[in-house]
């Protein structure tokens, strides 16, 4: 691996803030689809390859974890001769709230024992840095289309006033269903409901307000003020 002057510079580098590292290319008839995510945690857009790449941006979003994100953040050249490695390009690197990194690979679940040489290098090459390393292979339904749906209230926009966060939390309660809470804080304010439900499902995707994800989302799901956000089930990822 690096020697280890060479490792602590670099691990020390702010690559959450780094521009990717090659283009984006498209080309017609592609079968992975690239474009822009505007992240909530950056309030920037970040590039992904693929729909499982931005599967894995609305999940950086969702997480209170993490504070940065970039993509493409770096390229690793291995040293001449290293067995089954070539050149390789992490898909992100996130800043954690606690200052720590963390770098991720995102496959495919089908691709995923074709990769275990690459990923073993580079969690190896991750640890020497001090840095996590995770391999990412999607959400499990129901929880990713709930996400989906959530992570549409994500502007800030939809981000409720001082003013009127308390409204909301005391219709809320101590638990009631999305369309009772609607009611009741549009009654409260004299907001129309559909401005109170983006306001409401804002709440829930930054976590004050907390919804099952483990069942389909719907205006009759429960939710009520946070203790902690819902653990988000990922799929089963490579050693």
């Given at each position: 691996?690096?020697?280890?002057?060479?490792?602590?510079?670099?691990?020390s580098l702010r690559l959450e803030s780094a521009l990717p590292v090659?283009?984006?290319?498209?080309?017609?008839?592609?079968r992975n689809y690239e474009g822009l995510w505007w992240s909530s945690t950056t309030g920037s857009h970040v590039g992904f390859e693929s729909l499982l790449e931005r599967d894995f941006l609305m999940l950086a979003d969702y997480d209170e974890d993490i504070v940065g994100i970039a993509s493409q953040p770096f390229a690793v050249l291995w040293p001449r001769g290293t067995e089954g490695a070539r050149g390789h390009v992490p898909d992100f690197f996130?800043?954690?709230?606690?200052?720590?990194?963390?770098?991720v690979d995102v496959r495919h679940p089908d691709h995923l024992e074709a990769g275990r040489r690459q990923f073993s290098l580079t969690r190896a090459l991750c640890e020497e840095a001090g840095w996590d390393y995770e391999v990412f292979s999607g959400v499990a339904e129901p929880a990713a289309s709930n996400l989906r749906w959530l992570s549409g209230y994500r502007l800030?926009?939809?981000?409720?006033?001082s003013t009127i966060v308390p409204a909301i939390m005391d219709a809320v309660g101590s638990g009631v269903s999305v369309s009772a809470g609607?009611?009741?804080a549009s009654r409260?304010?004299?907001?129309?409901?559909?401005t109170v439900q983006a306001h409401l499902l804002h709440l829930a995707f930054i976590g004050v307000l907390q919804v099952g994800l483990d069942?389909?989302?719907?205006?009759?799901?429960?939710?009520?003020?946070?203790q902690e956000k819902s653990p988000m089930p990922r799929l089963a990822a490579a050693s």
């Open positions: 691996m690096l020697d280890e002057p060479v490792l602590a510079a670099w691990a090659r283009s984006f290319f498209s080309w017609p008839g592609k996130v800043r954690l709230s606690d200052g720590g990194g963390r770098v800030h926009r939809y981000a409720p006033g609607v009611r009741r409260m304010l004299r907001l129309e409901p559909s069942e389909p989302l719907s205006m009759e799901t429960w939710i009520a003020p946070a």
